[in-house]
């Protein structure tokens, strides 16, 4: 038992770094740092040599590998042909595979020694963002505590935007809209993996303390939330009358769980509702003070959504990906749809969306492993489909961003092991 416990924190751990890899030394990260030791197990130990000759052979990884060169090829060739010479994407790219190979080290760790499953990541993904809300709401009140994570996350400006206590509070290297959607992510994660199964004391306090976390991450989240939400209204495995006493039954929790925060933590509890919850709930206190339902966010998104964008450029891009003289966004827009269209128009952008299709993929229903209904599985994957590519109307989000290309990553991988594990063990 103790062994099993023991294996469980480290994959957590694992997977924490993982995810959030936050700053060690200079550009180096937790994940990094992680894999790098791995690396060395595999030159001097026989045994992890042999995991990983076997996982150079793994069809999913090498699918990966595949479409990330490809993208970085036709990126060297829109920029060449443009005569731009932009490779900001490029780098980005360029960064993600580095992070993508940390993750194979990672992963053979995990599933080779941890003999971790889709089920166990799930859980951990969950646990992972449990942790970094706690961290957040402890930095909001501390300050002290909120200037040693910027050692590691480097988010001054983002404090220093909001005044301190808001937001830049995580334990993280992406700390602003990283963090926001992939908080809106975990969200569906945490309904097919806890709340399909049981509501709970302990299941409402790690969706408020989910929420808490959404706070200080970003408005974003929420936009998973709500997608979560429908997740679970739409699920076969339960009936109409027992989600709706689930769902009397969780706000009952809820408020109980609040008078009892604002009993024990009363400077935290004023804290947020002096300065996180104007920040978070910005559109609902606009409403209830100057009759406009809105944030400075959506107001700048509306104004990049009517930048004009003509047919050459939708169907052949301009190669700028950033602007050559301000060094900022090009035509300052950040919008993911319209930043790969002004890129590389159409055809490049048509590849990044199946290279997000194929990460998802292997997200599928396992007989013989089956926790949840065929039915549900889809419901899950395609929750996660919507929530993606929504959001790239927002920014950059599909086959770009590092932080949930590591979650949709250590799902697919695992459910793809799963997958050909009981495919092998029916033959």
């Given amino acids: 038992m103790f062994n099993t416990i023991n294996n469980h924190l480290i994959g957590l751990l694992f997977i924490f770094c993982y995810i959030f890899s936050f700053y060690i030394v200079g550009p180096i990260t937790s994940s990094l740092i992680i894999a790098l030791s791995i690396i060395i197990c595999c030159g001097i130990s026989s045994i992890y040599k042999g995991w990983l000759s076997r996982e150079i052979e793994n069809p999913f990884t090498i699918k990966i590998f595949f479409f990330q060169f490809l993208l970085i090829f036709v990126g060297l060739f829109y920029s060449i042909i443009h005569l731009s010479f932009d490779y900001s994407y490029i780098k980005v790219l360029f960064t993600q595979q580095i992070h993508f190979i940390a993750g194979i080290f990672i992963v053979i760790y995990l599933k080779n020694r941890l003999h971790v499953s889709s089920i166990d990541v799930e859980k951990?993904?969950?646990?992972?963002?449990?942790?970094?809300?706690?961290?957040?709401?402890?930095?909001?009140?501390?300050?002290?505590?909120?200037?040693?994570?910027?050692?590691?996350?480097?988010?001054?400006?983002?404090?220093?935007?909001?005044g301190g206590g808001v937001r830049g509070l995580a334990l993280s290297s992406g700390t602003g809209w990283s963090l926001g959607l992939s908080y809106g992510l975990v969200y569906i994660i945490f309904v097919k993996r806890f709340l399909l199964y049981k509501i709970g004391i302990l299941e409402i306090i790690i969706g408020i303390l989910l929420l808490a976390g959404t706070?200080?991450?970003?408005?974003?989240?929420?936009?998973?939330?709500?997608?979560?939400?429908?997740?679970?209204?739409?699920?076969?495995?339960?009936?109409?009358?027992?989600?709706?006493?689930?769902?009397?039954?969780?706000?009952f929790f809820i408020v109980i769980f609040c008078i009892f925060f604002y009993l024990l933590f009363p400077i935290l509890t004023n804290h947020l509702i002096e300065h996180v919850f104007p920040f978070a709930f910005e559109p609902f206190y606009k409403l209830a003070y100057n009759d406009s339902f809105s944030t400075g966010s959506t107001d700048t998104l509306l104004r990049m959504w009517s930048v004009p964008i003509s047919f050459i450029e939708i169907f052949c891009g301009t190669g700028y990906f950033t602007d050559p003289i301000t060094d900022t966004y090009f035509m300052r827009v950040d919008v993911g749809?319209?930043?790969?269209?002004?890129?590389?128009?159409?055809?490049?952008?048509?590849?990044?969306?199946?290279?997000?299709?194929?990460?998802?993929?292997?997200?599928?229903?396992?007989?013989?492993?089956?926790?949840?209904s065929k039915y549900n599985m889809i419901l899950y994957q395609c929750a996660?489909?919507?929530?993606?590519?929504?959001?790239?109307?927002?920014?950059?989000?599909?086959?770009?961003?590092?932080?949930?290309?590591?979650?949709?990553?250590?799902?697919?991988?695992?459910?793809?092991?799963?997958?050909?594990?009981?495919y092998y063990n029916a033959k």
């Fill in 124 to 162: 951990h993904i969950v646990y992972a963002f449990l942790i970094q809300s706690i961290i957040q709401l402890v930095a909001s009140v501390s300050p002290s505590f909120a200037s040693v994570l910027l050692l590691f996350s480097r988010a001054n400006e983002l404090q220093e935007a909001y």
């Fill in 215 to 251: 706070f200080f991450a970003g408005r974003t989240g929420f936009v998973g939330a709500a997608i979560g939400g429908l997740f679970f209204i739409l699920n076969n495995r339960k009936s109409f009358i027992l989600k709706l006493f689930l769902i009397i039954k969780s706000i």
């Fill in 337 to 372: 749809v319209l930043r790969n269209l002004f890129y590389w128009g159409i055809g490049g952008y048509l590849l990044v969306i199946i290279y997000q299709i194929v990460l998802i993929q292997p997200i599928r229903y396992i007989k013989e492993k089956a926790s949840t």
């Fill in 384 to 422: 996660i489909i919507l929530y993606l590519f929504l959001l790239e109307l927002k920014a950059m989000t599909i086959g770009f961003n590092k932080m949930t290309f590591s979650i949709v990553f250590l799902l697919s991988y695992f459910y793809f092991e799963d997958y050909r594990n009981s």
